[in-house]
């Protein structure tokens, strides 16, 4: 695929072919390595217009979208995390305006809970499709049911993995035929992986075990014979939170 797409592959009709990545956690950072296999360039989000209309198509476009890109607060300029978590009625997404008219596939990997703005709305869809139509794929890896990406509320499967939204009559069909982008949401995507992913995280977690024991027989959980590593993960000790984490406890007040 990569000599394919380095020889000018890309149908000039489609442009250049932009990746957007959410979220900064390890389902964000995996996409992104396996995308770094192909030939691609990394672009800051607000060089994506330039991008559409001067980008080349012997390559990929990546780009890596956090919070404070797209979450505004309605009434003052700029965006702190603090007070989002706190105050996040406050804040509304610019997504779909600034981001979305200009990519061609989202790798969906943000945190999403209740009450915070959406990626994008069944709106947001429909007016992305009827404006750029740039938009090809949706991969709603995080899948929270109709959470950060609204229309996420019909799984793909494993057998399954791909259909084709249709933002209009806001349906699901799984020819690839007519009008809509792709969608991929697979609830039980880290099963195709169970060897590899089991074996990694076996021969990383096995020189811990002996200090994870440890723990469970110390008096108290600053015990000096015990790794670090280990040590500070602790997050509860005694049914008490441990110093590092009794933060943890603020939060639920404010909540």
């Given at each position: 695929?990569?000599?394919?797409?380095?020889?000018?592959?890309?149908?000039?009709s489609?442009g250049?072919i932009?990746?957007?990545?959410?979220?900064s956690?390890?389902?964000?950072?995996?996409?992104?390595?396996?995308?770094?296999?192909?030939?691609h360039?990394?672009?800051h989000?607000n060089?994506?217009?330039?991008?559409v209309?001067?980008?080349?198509?012997?390559?990929?476009?990546g780009t890596i979208?956090?919070?404070?890109?797209?979450?505004?607060?309605k009434?003052i300029?700029?965006?702190?995390?603090k007070?989002?978590l706190k105050?996040?009625?406050?804040y509304?997404?610019n997504?779909?305006?600034?981001?979305?008219?200009?990519?061609?596939?989202?790798?969906?990997?943000?945190?999403?809970?209740?009450g915070?703005p959406?990626?994008?709305?069944?709106m947001d869809?429909e007016?992305?499709?009827?404006g750029s139509?740039?938009?090809?794929?949706?991969?709603?890896v995080?899948?929270?049911f109709e959470?950060?990406?609204?229309?996420?509320?019909?799984?793909?499967?494993?057998?399954?993995?791909?259909?084709?939204?249709?933002?209009?009559?806001?349906?699901f069909?799984e020819?690839f035929s007519?009008?809509?982008?792709?969608?991929?949401?697979?609830d039980?995507?880290p099963?195709?992986?169970?060897?590899?992913?089991?074996?990694?995280?076996?021969?990383?977690?096995?020189?811990?075990?002996p200090?994870?024991i440890k723990?469970?027989?110390?008096?108290?959980?600053?015990?000096?014979?015990?790794?670090?590593?280990?040590?500070s993960?602790?997050?509860?000790f005694d049914k008490q939170?441990?110093?590092?984490?009794?933060y943890i406890n603020?939060?639920r007040?404010?909540?």
């Amino acid at each position: 695929l990569g000599p394919y797409i380095s020889s000018g592959g890309i149908p000039s009709s489609l442009g250049p072919i932009i990746f957007c990545f959410t979220g900064s956690g390890n389902v964000s950072h995996g996409a992104q390595s396996v995308f770094k296999l192909l030939p691609h360039e990394m672009v800051h989000p607000n060089d994506l217009r330039e991008v559409v209309t001067q980008g080349k198509t012997n390559h990929l476009y990546g780009t890596i979208v956090d919070s404070h890109h797209y979450l505004k607060h309605k009434q003052i300029s700029g965006f702190d995390l603090k007070h989002f978590l706190k105050y996040r009625s406050e804040y509304t997404s610019n997504f779909s305006t600034e981001v979305a008219p200009y990519i061609s596939c989202l790798v969906n990997g943000v945190y999403w809970e209740q009450g915070y703005p959406r990626l994008l709305t069944d709106m947001d869809a429909e007016n992305i499709q009827a404006g750029s139509g740039r938009l090809l794929a949706v991969v709603d890896v995080s899948n929270d049911f109709e959470g950060s990406i609204e229309f996420s509320r019909r799984e793909t499967t494993l057998d399954k993995p791909f259909a084709i939204y249709n933002p209009f009559d806001r349906s699901f069909h799984e020819d690839f035929s007519g009008e809509g982008f792709l969608i991929s949401n697979i609830d039980n995507l880290p099963t195709q992986l169970a060897i590899e992913a089991t074996s990694f995280f076996g021969e990383g977690l096995l020189p811990y075990i002996p200090d994870m024991i440890k723990v469970s027989k110390a008096k108290t959980p600053d015990d000096r014979t015990i790794n670090y590593s280990i040590r500070s993960a602790v997050i509860t000790f005694d049914k008490q939170l441990t110093a590092p984490f009794r933060y943890i406890n603020n939060i639920r007040k404010d909540r």
